[in-house]
C-alpha cells in the first residue's frame, strides 16, 4: 500500500526576477510552502530568501536541510 502523501500534487515553476517576490506571487493562496535551504543558510537567514519568506509568507514554511 502507498502512502497517503504520494498522491499529494507537486507543481514546479520557473521564475525570473526577485526571488522572493516571485514567490510570494506564487503562494498567494496555497497553504503550505516546503523550501530546500543549504547548510550555510542558517548562518545568514535574515538576510537569506529562506528567512524574508518565513516572515512575509501568507501560509506555513517547512524549510527542509538539503544533503550537502
Known amino acids: 500500500e502507498r502512502p497517503h502523501?504520494?498522491?499529494v500534487p507537486?507543481?514546479?515553476i520557473i521564475r525570473r526576477g526577485n526571488?522572493?517576490?516571485a514567490f510570494?506571487?506564487?503562494i498567494h493562496d496555497k497553504n503550505l510552502l516546503v523550501l530546500g535551504v543549504g547548510?550555510?543558510?542558517s548562518a545568514l537567514f535574515?538576510?537569506?530568501i529562506p528567512?524574508?519568506?518565513v516572515r512575509r509568507a501568507p501560509?506555513?514554511?517547512l524549510l527542509v536541510p538539503c544533503l550537502e
Open 24 to 26: 510570494l506571487d506564487e
Open 59 to 61: 501560509c506555513s514554511v
Open 10 to 12: 507537486v507543481e514546479g
Open 19 to 21: 526571488p522572493v517576490r
Open 39 to 41: 547548510r550555510h543558510a
Open 51 to 53: 528567512g524574508h519568506l
Open 46 to 48: 535574515g538576510a537569506e
Open 5 to 7: 502523501w504520494v498522491a
